[in-house]
């Protein structure tokens, strides 16, 4: 079978013969050597066939030699294909270059939008903005992600609760609410203080309200500490208790930590490597040499390129190679309790609420098993255990 893929590279022409002889011919040709293929018989004495490109000049000594009148008929392969293209180099550069520059223009930054900010939110906002290098002019596939926008920026001002990002063809997005400042306090309702957990009560700091209990009582979860009645039998009214009632609390903890720990930190050096990415396969346009690094953390972004309004499957990679150290930590017995013991403390302080203070730390139990020492401790812990509970008709 003729391999016309490497027909059309090579180039091949059609040719026409009438009259008599055109079987004669094609044999002529077959004897020196000229391959003929695509054979078609339109009459008895018309046919039309298909020579290569190099054949044509040892064709023209056969056909002189023939009784047959013949034309070329028909150009295809890809030297016809350079020879028109050069004929209309003008007008297939300019059209490349119309298409370069609307890929370009299609991936610039042209503006910002930003809304439902005051203005002076908005003036911190362009400032932030810049300082992530989002400004107009800029091209779209070099920032982050719109996730990696609205996390910074939710990070760095403190007056918005949350801000939107999308893009809208070359439009960046910013869609703001700001938090409110508070409204005056609606008035509390008649309430109890009751308590939301057993405790010991340590103090007592009552602003409205009749407290039930002492220092040094022992109360149980939801039993009433500061009613919300009071006034002498028959005049009584309901008020709102407030006020803070401490307790003594009481938690417990267990930690196991190993004696040897290896994990990896970061030195601070990175190389990036930069790609034209499109499915699995990826260009590497910057950045080819293999960073020396023994261990490293690898990130990864990509943006698509945007032609007009479309995202186009051709992407734009940029992967950070950041190089980490390993590091091995290792305790004696006693470094290892004590390490676990502020753990601990640690753990215990964040569930606590602020204002809560430990006041007391005792070992339950310690053991060392298999390379790990596993350290269970009791906490005596001072809090507000008051909640308040809706005095309701009956009370």
Not at 19 to 40: D, F, P, S, Y
Not at 230 to 257: C, D, N, Q
Not at 277 to 282: E, K, L, Q, V, Y
Request: glycine letters at 6%; aromatic letters at 10%.
């Amino acid at each position: 079978m003729k391999n016309e893929w490497v027909d059309t590279l090579a180039g091949s022409v059609r040719v026409k013969a009438e009259g008599k002889g055109i079987e004669r011919l094609i044999n002529a040709c077959v004897r020196q050597g000229i391959a003929v293929w695509n054979v078609k018989n339109h009459s008895r004495e018309t046919a039309t066939f298909f020579i290569k490109l190099s054949d044509v000049k040892r064709f023209r000594h056969i056909a002189r030699q023939s009784e047959c009148k013949l034309s070329f008929v028909g150009r295809r392969g890809l030297p016809f294909f350079w020879r028109r293209a050069r004929r209309n180099s003008g007008f297939g550069l300019g059209l490349l270059l119309f298409a370069a520059i609307v890929f370009l223009l299609s991936n610039v930054v042209w503006s910002i939008d930003i809304e439902g900010a005051s203005p002076e939110t908005e003036h911190q906002i362009v400032r932030e903005l810049k300082r992530m290098g989002v400004e107009r002019g800029v091209f779209q596939f070099l920032l982050d992600d719109p996730e990696t926008l609205q996390r910074k920026l939710t990070e760095r001002i403190h007056d918005i609760t949350w801000v939107g990002v999308e893009w809208e063809g070359t439009s960046l997005h910013f869609r703001v609410v700001e938090k409110e400042i508070p409204e005056p306090k609606e008035p509390i309702p008649p309430r109890h203080l009751v308590a939301k957990k057993e405790a010991v009560i340590a103090d007592l700091f009552v602003e409205e309200g009749q407290p039930l209990v002492s220092v040094n009582d022992y109360v149980q979860k939801g039993q009433l500490l500061v009613s919300g009645v009071i006034g002498a039998e028959g005049r009584t009214k309901f008020v709102p208790a407030t006020g803070k009632v401490l307790g003594e609390t009481w938690y417990k903890s267990t930690v196991v930590l190993p004696l040897e720990t290896t994990f990896h930190v970061l030195t601070g050096a990175f190389a990036e490597r930069h790609y034209i990415a499109m499915g699995r396969f990826s260009l590497p346009i910057w950045g080819w040499e293999k960073p020396a690094f023994a261990h490293t953390v690898i990130e990864t972004k990509k943006r698509p390129f945007r032609f007009w309004k479309w995202d186009l499957p051709v992407y734009y990679e940029r992967v950070t190679i950041r190089e980490a150290e390993e590091v091995k930590r290792s305790y004696t017995w006693e470094e290892a309790f004590a390490e676990a013991k502020k753990i601990a403390r640690r753990e215990l302080r964040a569930k606590l609420p602020e204002e809560a203070v430990i006041r007391g730390e005792k070992v339950l139990h310690q053991t060392k098993e298999n390379g790990k020492v596993r350290v269970e401790l009791h906490y005596e812990v001072i809090e507000n255990i008051a909640v308040p509970q809706p005095i309701v008709q009956g009370d």
